[in-house]
């Protein structure tokens, strides 16, 4: 007997109609769904002639279900894809209609705004820029480059004395002095600036910080225009244009932080000045999402979240933060966290010291934090393990975890071993005649010494092959985020 040869023409045809078929019946399949683009903003419907995207390509928004080729701008590489149906709202239909629910801000109301800001900052220019730039490095403890940044973005310095005869009595009365405050004491002008589009600036607020960091009131903040949020956008050019790419977009608290990651990290900074802090950074955000959208695409760009260091010993800040990363995360943003040593309260001081904040996810965020205040959060016990670079390590201040396995032990719990013994056990409780087993096989082994890599290995074939019935291989993780281990790629995370 001649065995026939399975690549024979005939066989290799057979595979290739089939594998054809199986494509046509995918296009078929996806033929009608919204696809969206964030990199030309353009919306589409999916056709059978859609293209899928390139094999290395990578998702550049967390709403796509699937990547595609972009039958707009022709972009391979991640930034199309087919909507998630959360997704679908925040496309060209659906910003048009948050633009209805919305409304863009006034430019009547940002105009009237913007001449109150600029009368009060003419009635103080009689001081000089290097008058300025001394007293910021003085009172501030500043780099004499950030001390120039901020003169040139219009920090100014002056007493509120010089405005009571050089302003109109309406522009007087829109600052609502304290009566705790001295009038004669050096302040800071610090004119706030809002985007509606990135070729329109427009001075929507001002905020006077007193020059002693020890008096008190430390600062009154002026809001003019009820229509926008209460922030200050902090842009990485002096000339207050917009870059052409935008990566990173920072959220904080704070003038002054705003626009030290402006000038030292050339990155666009959105500061809250506010109690409702947070709310108002992520309203201003996703207002510029919508409203420059023909421009510069944001929900595209990786959104950072800066809060003080204190955030480990206060739980209300942490709250905060974890809050605002969760509504980011729904409207499609993706959101990670800065971190640095807390000898540094806030991002200002740390980047002015010349310390550079390390970016990373959730899990190390999670980590950095005392356990009281991550059950809060997480509203669970949790406990998390994970390789951390020493130097991260170091400056958030979590100690090194021993070394966990010898030489003995990692030969002892071998993962072809432990699989095996795994299995064995299972199949010897199994029941003979369905092949069903109900048991819970706890391994007390030492953590470090392969659990994780042998379970995420473990294939569904072997345990079939072991005699139990089985139809899904799901893994199933109490912690946070496991030591990364590549084998776990392969399963895809749900929550709940």
């Given amino acids: 007997m001649i065995a026939e040869n399975k690549y024979d023409t005939n066989g290799r045809e057979r595979q290739e109609w089939e594998k054809g078929e199986r494509k046509a019946g995918r296009r078929e399949r996806l033929a009608g769904k919204r696809g969206y683009c964030v990199k030309c903003g353009k919306p589409f419907y999916v056709t059978q002639a859609t293209l899928p995207a390139a094999p290395d390509a990578q ?23 087919i909507l998630r149906k959360q997704g679908i709202e925040l496309v060209r239909e659906g910003i048009e209609a948050y633009r209805e629910t919305r409304g863009k801000p006034s430019p009547l109301a940002l105009r009237y705004a913007h001449q109150t800001v600029c009368e009060y900052m003419e009635a103080v220019k009689e001081r000089t820029k290097e008058e300025t730039i001394r007293a910021l490095i003085e009172h501030r403890q500043i780099t004499e480059g950030f001390a120039k940044w901020l003169a040139d973005k219009g920090v100014w310095v002056g007493t509120i004395e010089e405005l009571r005869t050089k302003v109109s009595a309406s522009a007087f009365s829109e600052l609502k002095i304290p009566r705790s405050l001295d009038l004669k004491a050096s302040v800071f002008f610090l004119p706030m600036r809002y985007y509606p589009t990135p070729h329109e600036c427009y001075f ?11 008096a008190e009131p430390r600062y009154i903040t002026v809001r003019l225009s009820g229509q926008t949020p209460l922030v200050h956008f902090a842009l990485p050019t002096t000339n207050g244009t917009m870059p052409k790419r935008v990566e990173e977009v920072w ?103 010349g310390i550079e904040p390390f970016i990373v996810d959730e899990d190390v965020f999670l980590a950095t934090l005392p356990r009281k205040i991550r059950d809060a959060l997480l509203r669970t016990k949790v406990k998390t393990r994970m390789l951390l670079d020493r130097e ?17 032990e990692a030969e002892k719990y071998e993962a072809e071993k432990r699989k095996r013994y795994w299995l064995d056990t299972l199949a010897e409780l199994a029941d003979k005649r369905t092949g069903r087993c109900e048991t819970v096989i706890i391994d007390i082994s030492p953590a470090g010494t392969g659990k994780t890599k042998t379970a995420a290995t473990l294939r569904l074939t072997e345990i079939k092959q072991a005699g139990i019935f089985a139809k899904r291989l799901v893994y199933i993780a109490p912690e946070i985020k496991r030591t990364p281990v590549s084998e776990l790629e392969r399963f895809k995370p749900f929550e709940g």
Wanted: a negative charge; charged letters at 25%; one cysteine or more.
């Fill in 59 to 81: 998702p550049r928004w967390s709403k796509f279900t699937q990547l595609v080729t972009c039958p707009e701008c022709g972009d391979d590489k991640g930034h199309a894809g």
């Fill in 204 to 214: 929507v607020g001002l905020q006077i910080r007193q020059a002693a960091k020890e």
């Fill in 251 to 353: 959220l904080t608290e704070g003038y002054f932080k705003a626009e030290a990651i402006a000038y030292y990290r050339q990155a666009v900074a959105i500061g809250a000045l506010g109690a409702i802090a947070q709310r108002d950074a992520i309203e201003a955000l996703i207002d510029a999402a919508v409203w420059w959208q023909e421009d510069a695409n944001l929900f595209s760009a990786t959104v950072i979240l800066a809060p003080d260091a204190d955030y480990r010993e206060k739980q209300e800040v942490a709250k905060a933060t974890w809050q605002a990363k969760r509504l980011l995360e729904r409207k499609g943003f993706r959101t990670r966290f800065a971190v640095w040593d807390k000898q540094w309260k806030g991002i200002d001081d740390a980047l002015d010291a």
């Fill in 392 to 408: 991260l390590a170091q400056s958030v201040e979590l100690h090194e975890s021993p070394t966990v396995t010898r030489a003995v």
